[in-house]
Antibody, heavy 122, light 102 residues
Framework: EAPLVESGGALVQPGGSLRLSCAVS????????VTWVRQAPGKGLEWVAN????????HYIDSVKGRFAIFRDNAKNSTFLRMSGLRVEDAAMYFCTRAVVLPGGRVYFDPWGQGIRVAVSS | EIVLTQSPATLSLSPGDRATLSCRAS??????LAWYQKKVDQSPRLLIF???SRATDIPARFSGSGSGTDFTLTISSLEPEDFAVYYC?????FGGGTKLEI
C-alpha cells in the first residue's frame, strides 16, 4: 500500500474551489510536518504549503496566500489542501509529502504520494 | 531567499556513461542539499540528502558531493531506468531541474 494517497482532483473553472485530501498509512502524521508540492505541465517542482506537526504553524508560497489553506486531521492521519479562487496558473499535479525536519533547519521530502491532477479552465 | 540553479538543463548520454549534474546555490547552504529523481507519471523520489547521504534503497551508483554553494550529483554508470529529470532542493526551494536523456 502506498504510504500517501491523494484524492479530490478535478477540472474546475477559474474562481472555483477544490479540496485535496492526502491519506497517510505506514507512519503517523503526529510527528511529521506535511507539505504540498505541485508541478505544472512542462514545469519543475514548486513547493506550495506546509504545516507543522502540531498544526500551530503553516506556510505558503506567495502566489497562493489567502486562497489556499492547509490543514490536517491527525486522528484520521490525513492532510488536506483547500483551494479557492483557483487560477489557470494553479493547474498542476499536486503531490503531498512528508517533510523530514532535522536539526539545523535541514528539510527533506520523503515519501511522496502519487499525485493528483488539478485542471483549471473555462 | 535562496535560489538554486541547475546545469545543464539537458544532458544527453548513453547507458554506461557517467553523469555529472550540478546545482549552485545563490548563497552558502552548508551541506544541506537534497536530490530527487522525477520520472513522467511518477512521484519524485528522494535520492540524496545532506549533500552526500544516500536515501534508503538508493543504488550505490548515485552519489552526491559538495558544500557551501556548489553541489554535484554523480551517476557512475547509467542504467536505462536512470533517464529522468533530477531536481536539487534546499528548504522550500527547488532547482529548475536537469533532464537526463538518451
Amino acid at each position: 500500500e502506498a504510504p500517501l494517497v491523494e484524492s479530490g482532483g478535478a477540472l474546475v473553472q477559474p474562481g472555483g474551489s477544490l479540496r485535496l485530501s492526502c491519506a497517510v498509512s505506514g507512519f503517523t502524521l503526529d510527528f511529521s510536518w506535511v507539505t504540498w508540492v505541485r508541478q505544472a505541465p512542462g514545469k519543475g517542482l514548486e513547493w506550495v504549503a506546509n504545516m507543522k506537526r502540531d498544526g500551530t504553524e503553516s506556510h505558503y508560497i506567495d502566489s497562493v496566500k489567502g486562497r489556499f489553506a492547509i490543514f490536517r486531521d491527525n486522528a484520521k492521519n490525513s492532510t488536506f489542501l483547500r483551494m479557492s479562487g483557483l487560477r489557470v496558473e494553479d493547474a498542476a499535479m499536486y503531490f503531498c509529502t512528508r517533510a523530514v525536519v532535522l536539526p539545523g533547519g535541514r528539510v527533506y521530502f520523503d515519501p511522496w504520494g502519487q499525485g493528483i491532477r488539478v485542471a483549471v479552465s473555462s | 531567499e535562496i535560489v538554486l540553479t541547475q546545469s545543464p538543463a539537458t544532458l544527453s548520454l548513453s547507458p554506461g556513461d557517467r553523469a555529472t549534474l550540478s546545482c549552485r546555490a545563490s548563497q552558502s547552504i552548508r551541506g544541506y542539499l537534497a536530490w530527487y529523481q522525477k520520472k513522467v507519471d511518477q512521484s519524485p523520489r528522494l535520492l540524496i540528502f545532506d549533500g552526500s547521504s544516500r536515501a534508503t534503497d538508493i543504488p550505490a551508483r548515485f552519489s552526491g558531493s559538495g558544500s557551501g554553494t556548489d553541489f554535484t550529483l554523480t551517476i557512475s554508470s547509467l542504467e536505462p531506468e536512470d533517464f529522468a529529470v533530477y531536481y536539487c532542493q534546499r528548504g522550500t526551494t527547488f532547482g529548475g531541474g536537469t533532464k537526463l536523456e538518451i
